[in-house]
């Protein structure tokens, strides 16, 4: 212990000596949960449950799930049991002393605390608080007290690093050792550095829903999936993991993000796109999309063909289009039913009013396939009662008939041949019913038209066209819908075939701001028991023609003002100078009602903007710089390039020689390193070091999309930004 170098604090081996007995209770619980389990820390053990398992078994699976996710937390704690100390007094009470840590682990003999989660109620304290009087909202009502010392510990790999004691100064410094580290290849969960604006959006009561505002490096992506792990924290009893989705822009961004909830110590939570949803609750019924990624596509469209574009993309995404796709499948599962209602052998089974009536109001809550089949357990007891009707007639018109013969001529072997036959008569009738009945209900689908998914698609547009050139633009080249075209075509599938979507309880949209009202409003019809936290930057909105260009597209109209607002206006990504140029570049084009970013007060080598005179001087100076920033022992350097085309051409060029990785919008898989990425994926990611690398006039004349798309680039980087130009910088860019 003595060969032990602590760190320089009065309190260090004090706080050394905790760390060892906790480690102890730690290991103490991890050897009972293996035992229990026959699981080892550690280890993945894959939990299959039955199909259709009965409750006893669903129940004992489920703590059998629960034990090995504890294991897991267990097995990450031992290494890092906690970031925090809080010592609390409360009003008439006696002093307490809480360890703040990512999972909670109680003494199995005395069931006290040892760690406590950092979602508990008391963590407010370290979240929120400052030393002197505080309180925090207990489940036993408010707790007020005064907070005597708020202790940060850097533990890691079993052994403490360095204490930091609260204070303004001291914390401020715990925030920056952490922000000016180099960064890894995914994103990471921030506990330990979880900021109060932040801490507010993550808390935000489950049952209302939230709209979050949050600036280029406000964390606004990490806190959303903080904000998961937080619920199912706090609502354990009615939440599970499989009932929360997290919404992102593309399969490569998943891959960004993929360790934030493992690290926090949650599986299992459902991760996806939009088009992966779509996939998912559409099945076979999917059509085949167009690939074709319309921000690349529009980067390179001229902006009056831009703006064209993007009317028409605004059109199909708005809550206009969808209610009158709404009354189109109104109309269209009408005309679907047979004209002459149900009639079989000249009885009437239902008319047409009657079946009009029970297929829009007793049957409306079903797809029409499924409308189908629920109205034919209705025809079939209509048709059984039809041949026990028809079948009493003939009964009742052989009785008639027997009882004249038998009343017209005395008993002889010739009246009873001719009473067998009139008997045999009526049986093979019966028998004649019940095929006919049989036949009758085996063509019953034949009576319906059941329409093709795509060509309801294409017929509801031309009816929404004005004209033949409306027609044109509005109807997918090639005849295949693009990805614009999949919330229409979803609810197209929804309203005849159903959507095969799990129901979940809550769910999370990144990049928000991306998505058009039409697609919210879609997923929660899909969804009515969920609330939604959606997170976004409008500043970042270069999918504008696609999503939103205000809140108040969302806040009334598909919320129907029952959504709260809250900005994120804190970046802790950028360095100051770095913020500042960008925010310099977005002035151009302000959004009214968005409150201006403030960054962390973190210093750092100003950005340069540098002029190339001709390619070969370009490429040596992006070669020179990204060689000089992993001298200094920058890992995640990004050379960002406007266009996939012209991403590929900077790799041909130079990345061979840096083993540098091409990145592209179809990828599933993010890799760290020297990366070349076209502008329309960087969103969401951040690097140590970014280049973009052609800022000239040429390639960004002066628009309000392309600020949008260079404000996104310039504000990946957490440490340095170069930008280089061929010829005359861009306008947006600022002269000095």
């Known amino acids: 212990m003595e060969s032990v170098r602590l760190p320089e604090h009065p309190n260090a081996r004090e706080e050394f000596l905790h760390l060892q007995q906790t480690r102890d209770t730690i290991d103490r619980e991890i050897r009972e949960v293996e035992a229990l389990t026959g699981a080892k820390a550690g280890e993945t053990m894959d939990v299959q449950m039955k199909e ?89 009502g408010r707790v007020e007290g005064e907070l005597t010392l708020k202790r940060m510990l850097t533990v890691r790999e079993r052994q403490l690093l360095n204490l930091f004691d609260s204070g303004i100064v001291s914390q401020e ?285 294409r017929t509801f547009l031309q009816e929404c066209a004005a004209g033949p050139e409306e027609q044109a633009e509005m109807l997918p080249e090639d005849s295949l819908p693009g990805l614009e075209d999949l919330p229409m075509l979803a609810m197209i599938c929804k309203a005849v075939r159903g959507l095969k979507s799990k129901q979940m309880k809550h769910i999370v949209i990144d990049e928000c701001q991306d998505f058009s009202p039409f697609q919210i409003e879609l997923l929660r019809q899909t969804h009515p028991a969920a609330t939604f936290t959606l997170v976004g930057d409008l500043y970042q909105g270069i999918r504008s023609d696609e999503g939103i260009q205000s809140w108040e597209e969302w806040k009334g109209p598909v919320f129907h003002h029952q959504a709260a607002l809250k900005q994120l206006t804190v970046s802790y990504r950028n360095t100051v100078e770095i913020m500042e140029l960008a925010q310099r570049v977005s002035g151009r084009y302000p959004i009214p009602g968005v409150s201006e970013t403030r960054p962390v007060l973190r210093r750092g080598e100003p950005p340069e903007i540098i002029r190339a005179g001709n390619e070969k001087e ?57 990366l070349i990425v076209p502008a329309c994926i960087v969103k969401g990611m951040e690097f140590d070091c970014v280049g973009i690398c052609d800022a000239s006039a040429e390639n960004f004349p002066d628009s309000e999309f392309l600020c949008r798309v260079l404000y996104v680039m310039m504000t990946r980087p957490l440490h340095r930004l170069r930008i280089w130009h061929r010829g005359d910088r861009t306008p947006l860019l600022p002269e000095s």
């Open 618 to 674: 370009r490429l040596a100076m992006i070669r020179d710089q990204v060689r000089a920033w992993q001298r200094e022992g920058f890992h995640s350097i990004a050379l960002i390039e406007k266009t996939e085309a012209q991403a590929r051409k900077l790799f041909r060029a130079v990345g061979k020689e840096l083993n540098a990785h091409l990145l592209s919008e179809t990828e599933s898989d993010y890799r760290g390193g020297v």
């Open 173 to 457: 410094a715990y925030l920056q050792e952490v922000l000016g580290s180099i960064s890894s290849d995914r994103l990471r969960e921030i506990v330990t550095t979880i900021q109060a604006e932040q801490n507010i959006v993550i808390r935000h009561p489950l049952n209302a829903h939230l709209l979050v505002q949050g600036a280029a490096g406000s964390g606004k992506t990490t806190i959303a999936l903080h904000r998961i792990a937080y619920l199912l924290y706090a609502f354990q009893k009615i939440l599970k993991p499989e009932n929360m989705m997290i919404l992102a822009p593309n399969p490569l961004f998943l891959s960004y993000i993929s360790q934030v909830l493992p690290d926090l110590g949650v599986e299992r939570v459902v991760q996806t796109t939009f088009e992966g949803w779509c996939r998912e609750a559409m099945g076979n019924h999917m059509p085949k999309i167009r690939r074709e990624s319309r921000l690349e596509k529009n980067l390179s469209l001229p902006e009056e063909e831009r703006r064209k574009a993007g009317i028409r993309v605004r059109a199909k995404g708005s809550l206009d289009m969808m209610e009158k796709l709404a009354r189109y499948l109104d109309r269209l599962q009408l005309d679907a039913l047979p004209a002459a209602g149900f009639r079989m052998a000249g009885v009437l089974l239902m008319d047409r009013a009657e079946l009009e009536q029970i297929f829009t109001r007793d049957l409306r809550h079903f797809p029409l396939e499924q409308r189908i089949s629920e109205l034919k357990k209705i025809v079939r007891k209509r048709v059984q009662s039809a041949v026990s009707g028809l079948k009493e007639q003939y009964a009742a018109m052989t009785e008639q008939l027997t009882a004249r013969i038998r009343s017209a001529a005395p008993d002889s072997p010739k009246r009873q041949q001719k009473i067998r036959e009139i008997y045999d008569a009526r049986d093979q009738r019966y028998r004649e019913i019940d095929t006919r009945a049989e036949e009758y209900l085996s063509r019953y689908r034949e009576k319906f038209r059941l329409p093709d998914l795509m060509g309801v698609y």
């Open 52 to 140: 259709d398992p009965d409750q006893q078994e669903e129940v004992t699976m489920q703590l059998f799930q629960a034990q090995l996710d504890r294991l897991r937390q267990l097995s990450m704690a031992s290494s890092q049991a906690y970031f925090a100390r809080l010592d609390f007094i409360p009003s008439g009470g006696s002093p307490e002393t809480w360890y703040l840590g990512r999972w909670g682990v109680l003494n199995p003999a005395t069931l006290d605390p040892v760690v406590v989660d950092w979602r508990s109620p008391v963590a407010n304290l370290y979240y929120s608080g400052q030393i002197g009087p505080m309180d925090y909202e207990a489940p036993d």
